[in-house]
């Protein structure tokens, strides 16, 4: 319905809503195309500590957390895969591995990474609200600052309960609420002060990005009403032996005083909501954005053995 002036007609256009994946997917999706290269070059040097089995801003290894237990023989699927670190780390721990992202920039990187690893890694061009895969496949779920960060959680953390078995793990790292509350979008700066409300978290509007946030007890929240049980919560203190790539020293000396990053390990005890299926579909209905569905059963391809393009 319009408002009439005179001989024209005005719409009224309804306001964006930042949570719909057509709003968020796209603009972080130009983002990571247009970042990937500089990415690459700027972190790699941290990126490959621990020969990509570390946790986080600061590189923790995975071999002092123990978070994901022995992958020999476990399908494991990592949200975000970027460059494929993990997932190459994890294939030579002989788990059989998928790596999804929505960035085809990301992709690539990850394919010659996986051609150069010689390693056996499935890559698939999907978004983490609509994993192409059937329910209870996967025994390992994990997310290191990858999809969880840039997807809606309360899209995601529904597809991930569908996707792992009964028993399975779900692990992944994040941005801090506190961060998330004394930050500067537009800058990347930690400030003395928070800036924003904390029952306000939800869309974080970067000048060029789409990032998400919860407060803690809505974190708990959606992790249990999905049939998550929470297993671990580390908030990692800022190391004073070594630099991380991700923040400036003064903010690295913020993040002795305040975490600026949780890692949660989750474990699937209850079973899945129904509604996950069909928000599943309606999401890729909504999306308007094309989504390659892989095969139930067996991976769709493995890029370590035929490449892609």
């Known amino acids: 319905m319009g408002e009439r002036t005179g001989s024209r007609s005005r719409r009224r256009v309804a306001p964006r809503d930042p949570r719909s994946p057509r709003e968020y997917a796209a603009r972080n999706l130009r983002w990571w195309d247009r970042t990937a290269g500089w990415y690459e070059r700027f972190h790699r040097p941290s990126l490959d500590r621990e020969h990509g089995k570390a946790w986080g801003a600061f590189r923790i290894p995975e071999r002092q957390l123990r978070l994901l237990g022995n992958v020999r023989g476990k399908r494991v699927l990592e949200l975000g895969c970027g460059a ?11 788990a ?8 085809r920039t990301r992709l ?24 192409p895969y059937p329910s209870a496949y996967f025994d390992l779920v994990l997310s290191d600052y990858g999809a969880t960060t840039f997807a809606d959680p309360e899209r995601t953390v529904p597809e991930v309960s569908r996707v792992l078995r009964p028993g399975g793990t779900f692990v992944f790292a994040h941005a801090s609420p ?4 004394a930050e500067h979008l ?13 029952f306000g978290l939800g869309v974080l509007r970067r000048p060029e990005s789409v990032e998400f946030q919860l407060p803690y007890g809505e974190w708990v929240r959606l992790f249990r009403s999905n049939g998550f049980s929470v297993d671990r ?3 990692p203190k800022a190391p004073t032996t070594r630099r991380s790539t991700y923040f400036s020293s003064r903010d690295q000396a913020w993040a002795r005083h305040w975490p600026v990053e949780s890692i949660w390990r989750l474990v699937r005890s209850g079973p899945a909501p129904r509604a996950a299926a069909r928000r599943r579909k309606a999401g890729r209905a909504r999306s308007g954005v094309g989504i390659r569905q892989g095969p139930p059963g067996p991976a769709p391809r493995r890029a370590g053995l035929r490449r892609r393009r």
């Not at 056996?120 to 983490?128: I, N």
């Not at 506190?178 to 509350?181: D, V």
């Not at 537009?186 to 904390?198: A, E, H, K, P, T």
């Open 84 to 94: 494929a670190d993990w997932s190459i780390a994890l294939s030579r721990d002989g």
């Open 96 to 103: 059989r591995v998928v790596g999804l992202d929505f960035s």
């Open 108 to 131: 690539a990187q990850a394919r010659e990474a996986v051609r150069r690893a010689r390693v056996p890694v499935t890559l698939v061009r999907a978004r983490a609200e609509a994993i």
């Open 178 to 181: 506190f961060r998330s509350l």
């Open 186 to 198: 537009g800058s990347d700066r930690l400030q003395q002060r928070f800036v924003r409300d904390y």
């Open 233 to 235: 919560l580390i908030e």
